[in-house]
């Protein structure tokens, strides 16, 4: 397994979760990371990605302000700090190692987690 995903669970409206991506990859201080999301019947969806250095942040507008990406090349672990959570955050989320292109696309990514499920109760 190269990417593990963690740090999932039921919260209520404006709280806040964690999650944790454990990566495997050899290369990993030099990919950037990213964080998807994905609810039943709808495409995976952009929520942040983060370069190598830190040095540059993305974040969807979904989720700006609220969530905060980071990671610790020397742990190879990457972070997703989610908080005010609104229930339309439920979804699994997954980590992905980007690999080419526009850090927003689905199709730029070549490794991913298995998902960790977010559930945000009204």
């Known amino acids: 397994v190269q990417l593990q995903a963690s740090g999932g669970g039921l919260v209520q409206a404006g709280g806040s979760l964690r999650l944790t991506c454990a990566a495997s990859?050899?290369?990993?201080?030099?990919?950037?990371m990213g964080w998807f999301r994905q609810t039943p019947g709808k495409e995976r969806e952009f929520v942040s990605a983060?370069?190598?250095?830190?040095?540059?942040?993305y974040y969807s507008d979904a989720v700006k302000g609220r969530f905060t990406i980071s990671r610790d090349n020397a742990k190879k672990m990457v972070y997703l700090q989610m908080n005010s959570l609104k229930p339309e955050d439920t979804a699994v989320y997954y980590c992905?190692?980007?690999?080419?292109?526009?850090?927003?696309?689905?199709?730029?990514?070549?490794?991913w987690g298995q998902g960790t499920q977010v559930t945000v109760s009204s």
């Open positions: 992905a190692r980007h690999k080419m292109d526009s850090v927003y696309n689905l199709s730029s990514y070549d490794i």
């Open positions: 990859i050899r290369t990993f201080s030099d990919d950037i």
């Open positions: 983060i370069t190598w250095g830190s040095l540059s942040i």
